[in-house]
């Protein structure tokens, strides 16, 4: 049989991406530009410079990401995120669908963190088990999901505030440390106290809504009332406070649901601690965590092509291209 091509754009925050999936399971190519070096001296991502820095890399992305393959489908991530990239990455990929002549399917951005999980780096994808509970934690969005089949989901709940992402990043900028602040406070937490201060573990009442806003501002409080702090001991309270509060809820739900399965995807799937506890915590009773390949954990666009895979498998390539800043996760109409 004749091989297929999947080529993925995502551009719906701060990194431009374009990537090439072979036969739906097989990563040729996952080229990630990252504008991190842009958003540092502002420790977020500033949206005007976003949009630019995407209009200025996608051409070049593309065409390492293709390399001489001319894809048979052209996916894009279309929401959610910041306005201007994902108008970047729907232009781009409109001109190479009339280019080539190819069908185009816009993909939930949300949707393939939680499909990322799959990938293997190999010519061999791991399958997600049904039912699960997904958590997606990432510098915007913390949510939970309870997902029956693919494209078969039930939103359980989200952040009523800041992301769990979010609240690194700010709490790292209160400490003086680098951007983005995932890392860097994982890092320093190495080294500190997880009980030297009692942060707040919000909304631990069997609701699947966070809130992280309240630890934050309890972490300033904290600098505000105290000299001579420990940094690696802030860190280490803090990141347990969220660690502690994100695996709570996340085996609650399974708990609620009966199922044994959890899949976590977005950026702070990479944290050390949050691995460790969760699937610890989840095998003591009798549900698999799992998790993103570390480095497939912030945004690319692999994950994309891979959740356009899944939806032309189940002739959901409704060819509804519209942008969304605001999209939310909705099950795939039935067929
Ligand atoms: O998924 P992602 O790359 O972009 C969004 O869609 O937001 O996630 C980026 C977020 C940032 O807030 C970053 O601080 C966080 O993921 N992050 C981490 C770690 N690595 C990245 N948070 C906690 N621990 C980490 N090791
Ligand atoms: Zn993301």
Not at 200 to 228: N, Q, W
Request: with cysteine.
């Amino acid at each position: 049989m004749k091989d297929s091509y999947i080529l993925g754009i995502e551009s719906t925050c701060d990194e431009t991406s374009a990537a090439l999936l072979k036969n739906g399971r097989e990563v040729v190519s996952n080229v990630i530009y990252t504008q991190i070096d842009l958003h540092k001296k502002y420790a977020g991502v500033v949206p005007e410079l976003a949009s630019r820095a995407h209009a200025a890399k996608i051409a070049s992305v593309i065409k390492a990401a293709l390399g001489d393959i001319i894809p048979d489908y052209i996916a894009f991530a279309n929401g959610p995120g910041l306005p201007g990239g994902l108008l970047v990455g729907r232009v781009a990929a409109e001109t190479l669908a009339n280019l080539f002549d190819r069908p185009i399917i816009g993909v939930n951005h949300l949707e393939g963190h939680l499909f990322a999980c799959e990938l293997t780096g190999a010519d061999k994808l791991n399958p997600l088990e049904f039912p699960l509970i997904s958590l997606i934690v990432s510098g915007g969005h913390s949510e939970l999901w309870l997902v029956r089949d693919y494209g078969d989901y039930k939103p359980l709940g989200k952040t009523r505030d800041d992301a769990a992402g979010e609240a690194f990043d700010k709490v790292a900028k209160l400490l003086g440390l680098g951007y983005p602040g995932g890392p860097e406070v994982s890092k320093q937490a190495l080294k500190g106290d997880r009980n030297a201060v009692k942060f707040p573990r919000p909304m631990l009442d069997g609701s699947c809504e966070f809130s992280f806003s309240g630890i934050k501002t309890a972490v300033s409080y904290y600098l505000r009332d105290h000299k001579d702090v420990s940094v690696p001991d802030i860190c280490a309270s803090f990141e347990q406070a969220v660690v502690e509060t994100l695996v709570k809820k996340a085996i609650n739900a399974a708990e609620k649901y009966k199922v044994k399965h959890i899949a976590v995807g977005g950026g702070v799937a990479a944290n050390g601690l949050l691995r460790e506890m969760l699937v610890k915590k989840a095998a003591e009773k009798g549900i698999e965590a799992r998790f993103v390949l570390r480095p497939l954990s912030s945004d690319n666009a692999a994950m994309i092509a891979l959740c356009a895979a899944k939806k032309l498998a189940r002739g959901q390539n409704t060819g509804d291209i519209r942008i969304n800043p605001n999209m939310v996760v909705r099950s795939w109409p039935k067929k």
